[in-house]
């Protein structure tokens, strides 16, 4: 008998969040850097700093790049397209299993979430990053969020937290198969494109260095995400490099920067396929960033080729592979996929 298929289990899948409209932007962009993760400032200073930032860029960069999505971000839209199919398969699995999707900086916020599940609290309660790679500034604050939203209402969920209903977590999946192999076919598809004599960049969001110097495993993870798909791809010979996307700030960022990266390629005379080894799902950072604003950077540079390799949004690896860690979970089992044994062995 499959452990836990006579409970009721809610998973909420957690992500980021984007404006569905235009008027969304700057307070979308207020709630993000008013998170003391991306800004450790003291309140008061945060609060000025997020009020000037979300409305510079709201008028600027975030706004342009907005405008070529008709000011709707895809995010919610493709999450809730996984929680569908993650639904789905632990439902062909045996389990009474409702998928929920939670953002982090804009609607359907943990508060929204919670108060849903307040209505119908389940037994067991799995929260789920759409992020394969944990960071304090990502996976970190979606459940420190979660739980202190938990806390603040006086609802049935809080009532049965971790008590009657049994509450786990899992925090990374940097080298979980299914992602792995979905990662991979994705990337086959696009090389075959390619001529051949073609660079593949793992390209992921990056951080400022002291971050990652404070102990954050972020980086170390997307290393070990990019040196398990170059391994499942078992191309000879195959010319592949990392690299970080999305610098903002003055402080000094994580690299190679993908910039960079494309720099070295064109002097190298070689043609490029971009993969985002650290985005499960299509959003800004990858429909403008990478396939309108790289693109016409590497046009400037000469480089012969540039192609882009999608993200693994529903391929049936990866939802299996998510589907996966949840069977673990609710069975109490060491999470193997966790590269940086976050997650432990219980909830």
């Not at 990502?138 to 971790?162: I, K, P």
Request: net charge neutral.
């Amino acid at each position: 008998m499959v452990t836990g298929a006579n409970e009721k289990i809610a998973v909420v899948l957690l992500n980021l969040g984007g404006p569905s409209a235009e008027s969304d932007i700057a307070p979308f962009l207020f709630n993000f850097f008013m998170d003391r993760n991306i800004i450790g400032l003291p309140l008061p200073l945060r609060w000025l700093v997020a009020k000037r930032f979300s409305h510079s860029r709201s008028r600027g960069p975030a706004r342009d790049a907005y405008a070529k999505l008709g000011f709707k971000s895809p995010l919610l839209d493709n999450s809730r397209a996984q929680a569908a199919a993650l639904e789905a398969e632990l439902k062909a699995r045996g389990f009474d299993a409702a998928c929920h999707v939670s953002m982090r900086y804009w609607h359907p916020l943990a508060s929204e979430v919670i108060k849903q599940l307040s209505a119908d609290p389940p037994g067991h309660l799995i929260l789920l990053p759409l992020y394969p790679q944990f960071s304090t500034t990502t996976t970190g604050s979606s459940l420190e969020n979660f739980q202190a939203e938990v806390e603040a209402q006086d609802g049935a969920l809080h009532a049965r937290w971790d008590d009657q209903t049994k509450v786990s977590r899992i925090c990374c999946y940097p080298a979980l198969d299914g992602f792995i192999k979905a990662s991979a076919d994705n990337i086959r598809a696009e090389l075959a494109k390619a001529p051949k004599k073609a660079r593949l960049l793992l390209s992921a969001h990056g951080l400022p260095e002291k971050i990652i110097a404070s102990g954050d495993p972020y980086q170390k993870q997307c290393e070990e995400t990019a040196a398990a798909i170059v391994k499942e791809l078992n191309i000879p010979g195959l010319d592949w490099q990392v690299c970080y996307q999305s610098r903002v700030g003055p402080l000094k960022w994580i690299g190679p920067s993908i910039g960079d990266a494309l720099e070295k390629a064109a002097k190298d005379g070689v043609g490029v396929v971009v993969y985002p080894h650290a985005f499960v799902s299509e959003h800004v950072e990858t429909l403008v960033e990478l396939d309108m604003e790289y693109r016409h950077v590497a046009q400037r540079l000469k480089i012969p080729y540039y192609g882009r390799a999608q993200t693994v949004g529903t391929h049936p690896a990866f939802i299996a592979g998510l589907a996966q860690l949840v069977q673990d979970r609710l069975a109490g089992k060491p999470l193997a996929a966790c590269g940086a044994k976050l997650c432990g062995t219980a909830g």
